[in-house]
Nanobody
């Protein structure tokens, strides 16, 4: 079993930046697809970015050029660097992990086995 804990959310003005972190613990050995999702109340959870065990990344169109997903394997930590934030980026952001690779899993929450509790990002 894998436990995920997000941090780094907060309130920021439009144009600002935030860096989200997701610390993984438990049975973290093996190959995982790691991803960030976000959700606004009343809407479906949507994929923001993913990264596979080899470091290959995928981004939602809304995140391309502004967000960067990365990971530190030594620290079992996933990051999401968010720049040029817009009010429409306001959402609860979730870290997720899926055993295996990321192929064809982007934006499919049901494919992910483990989830964090979320961290709120508010852009005004």
């Amino acid at each position: 079993h894998v436990q995920l804990v997000e941090s780094g959310g907060g309130s920021v003005q439009a144009g600002g930046s935030l860096r989200l972190s997701c610390s993984a613990s438990g049975h973290v050995g093996g190959s995982y697809c790691m991803a960030w999702f976000r959700q606004v109340p009343g809407n479906e959870r949507e994929g923001v970015a993913s990264i596979d065990a080899e470091g290959r990344t995928t981004y939602a169109n809304s995140a391309k050029g502004r967000f960067t997903i990365s990971k530190d394997n030594a620290r079992n930590t996933l990051y999401l660097e968010m720049n040029s934030l817009k009010p429409e980026d306001t959402a609860m952001y979730y870290c997720a992990a899926a055993r295996g690779d990321c192929y064809l899993r982007f934006n499919l929450p049901a494919e992910y086995n483990y989830w964090g509790q979320g961290t709120q990002v508010t852009v005004s």
